[in-house]
């Protein structure tokens, strides 16, 4: 194993090197990079999802390329280099888990409050550095998707209270939130009006789901790939008559979703009634 990653980082250095290696691989910086080390991390999630251990593999391998790749960079600039990346992250794991190293206290809550008064205690130093005061929402990752961002930054502002109590009022926010959009397209409808009130509608669903134990991302891809099987559905069916989606008005395909839907469902029961 350490042979290979040996490999890895040789090869990495290769490809950067100024005069021998990759022009693409020498031109990029930690900006270029940084979309490709987001994407790679959406392959690795998909590859879950889907069971696939094969593609999980590679899809591990192309993660770790770029980490590599940063950390080279990194290196070539004197910043730092991929041997303290590692030593980083093993020093973080080591001291968040007292339990494992340090013969803290095992149990559940004693753990969830030990995690949670670590990172606080990293957030001051970090702030401590900055020379400034440390903020609730500190370390929150900016580049995160917006609703994943959404769901962290609900969950540290509830640790010092700032939550509604139950979901009930989460779904009165929701409503609320409805009646705003509503009013905000059948007033001025200002494009950046109408945007701002989708949005805060979108924060409260989130909202919702953290409530309920729901990761919004999941859900949300749960729902696309609902939609896809669905509107595939309805090519398969239009495709039978020798139509496509755009020779089919409104009407027929709501009437055509309509039906996927109760395919669906009979199959359900199906799988139901065998059991």
Not at 47 to 68: P, S, T
Not at 114 to 131: F, L
Not at 176 to 181: L, R
Not at 200 to 205: I, N, W
């Amino acid at each position: 194993m350490t042979q290979n990653l040996h490999r890895l980082l040789e090869v990495m250095a290769q490809l950067r090197h100024p005069d021998t290696g990759c022009p693409w691989d020498v031109e990029q910086t930690f900006a270029t990079i940084a979309p490709y080390t987001v994407e790679e991390a959406y392959e690795v999630a998909d590859a879950i999802e889907r069971g696939d251990m094969h593609a999980l593999k590679n899809e591990l391998g192309d993660l770790l390329l770029q980490v590599v790749f940063h950390a080279r960079m990194a290196e070539e600039s004197d910043l730092f280099d991929f041997d303290d990346v590692a030593a980083a992250i093993s020093e973080k794991m080591v001291r968040r888990h007292p339990h494992v190293y340090a013969g803290a206290p095992r149990n559940p809550a004693s753990l969830k409050q030990s995690w949670h008064a670590i990172k606080a205690e990293e957030r001051s130093a970090k702030a401590s550095q900055e020379r400034r005061n440390p903020g609730v929402l500190d370390d929150v990752p900016r580049a995160l998707p917006a609703l994943a961002r959404a769901d962290k930054l609900q969950a540290r502002a509830a640790r010092v209270g700032f939550d509604w109590p139950s979901a009930t009022q989460v779904l009165d926010k929701i409503r609320e939130e409805i009646a705003e959009v509503e009013e905000a397209i059948s007033g001025d409808m200002q494009r950046e009006h109408v945007s701002e009130e989708i949005g805060d509608l979108l924060f409260a669903v989130v909202n919702l789901a953290r409530h309920l134990s729901i990761d919004p991302e999941t859900a949300l891809a749960t729902g696309n790939a609902k939609f896809v099987r669905r509107f595939t559905r309805i090519e398969e069916l239009l495709a039978q008559q020798d139509r496509s989606p755009e020779q089919a008005d409104l009407d027929e395909l709501e009437a055509l979703w309509q039906q996927t839907k109760q395919e669906e469902r009979a199959r359900e029961l199906g799988i139901s009634d065998a059991e």
